[in-house]
């Protein structure tokens, strides 16, 4: 699995700490920024993550800053990024199973390192369970491409 990792100022030490945990645990993780304590966007690291893994270069994302919205609502304005906001375990899981989620957004202002590599840990290794799932997420998917 190939990850790709993107942070403003706010979330730069938790990226550096998971680009880390990735490489400890064997998975492939390029870390594109921004990577200093400089006052960026998050939308000038989000919005290049989230296309770099639309467009197949990555299979997945995580993307960090203050509080994981900016950059959550960056990604999401990707076609064919869906890309949950989580701050807890049980959600991880849930949202690969459900939604196939395909980018994680963390606030890095609103968990410690610990938790967040539990959850990049618990994303990671989630399944996508299909079935009625599938359904809904293809619903999404369509109305995204019908550009309603
Ligand atoms: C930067 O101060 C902060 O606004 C940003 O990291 C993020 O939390 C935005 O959603």
């Known amino acids: 699995m190939k990850v790709v990792l993107a942070s403003d100022h706010g979330g730069f030490e938790l990226a550096s700490e998971i680009e880390a945990f990735l490489k400890e645990r064997g998975i492939e993780v390029d870390n594109i920024g921004c990577g200093c304590p400089d006052s960026v966007d998050y939308s000038d690291y989000g919005i290049p993550a989230a296309e770099k893994v639309a467009e197949g270069e990555y299979d997945r994302g995580i993307v960090i800053c203050g509080t994981g919205i900016g950059m959550s609502?960056?990604?999401n304005?990707?076609?064919?990024?869906r890309c949950a906001l989580v701050h807890d375990v049980y959600t991880a899981r849930v949202t690969r199973e459900h939604n196939d989620s395909n980018v994680l957004a963390m606030g890095a202002r609103v968990i410690g390192v610990d938790l967040a590599k539990e959850i990049v840990k618990t994303w990671i290794g989630g399944q996508f369970e299909g079935g009625r799932h599938a359904r809904r997420i293809e619903k999404v998917m369509d109305y995204e491409s019908n550009e309603n």
């Open 73 to 75: 609502i960056a990604a």
């Open 77 to 81: 304005k990707v076609r064919g990024i």
